[in-house]
């Protein structure tokens, strides 16, 4: 091959791994598709998200809204009560600390504190999301 393959092809090589035996050859012996293969390979990881961040974006784990009032005010049975502890503490989901923080905010003064703190989390986890988005998307 005494040209260069097309974008198209090297994207498909750095994407799937597969290629037509001379577009391989040659992205790998070419000191310009190499560096065109890298640039690929950078595009390619800045598309991927970790799994972590697709469940709290898409919320795959949260609560319902039902679930939330019912555990403000003790109507959660054991297990369920477990989780939601675990999700709102260990997992630190600032979404749902806010919802318990609304709730209970309708319910009591301590809500309102922790309604405020919540906000603040939710204020501080979106300030660091938005400042590893930029990283990322950084050359």
């Known amino acids: 091959m005494k040209e260069c393959p097309e ?5 498909r090589f750095v994407e799937t ?3 037509e035996a001379d577009v391989a050859e040659h992205a790998r012996s070419c000191e310009a598709c ?3 293969c890298e640039t690929l390979e950078d595009e390619v990881l800045s598309l991927q998200i970790s799994i972590s961040e697709l469940w709290f974006r898409e ?3 949260c609560p319902t809204e039902a679930e939330v009032a019912a555990y403000c005010t003790g109507g959660l049975d054991a297990d369920a009560r477990k989780y939601l502890e675990f999700h709102l503490q260990d997992l630190d989901c600032a979404r749902c600390q806010g919802a318990v923080g609304e709730a209970e905010n309708r319910r009591n003064e301590e809500g309102r504190r922790r309604t405020t703190r919540s906000k603040a989390r939710v204020d501080d986890a979106s300030v660091k999301l938005i400042g590893e988005m930029k990283t990322r998307r950084s050359p």
């Open 7 to 11: 974008i198209k092809d090297l994207a």
């Open 34 to 36: 190499r560096a065109a």
């Open 17 to 19: 791994g597969d290629a």
């Open 59 to 61: 919320e795959v784990s």
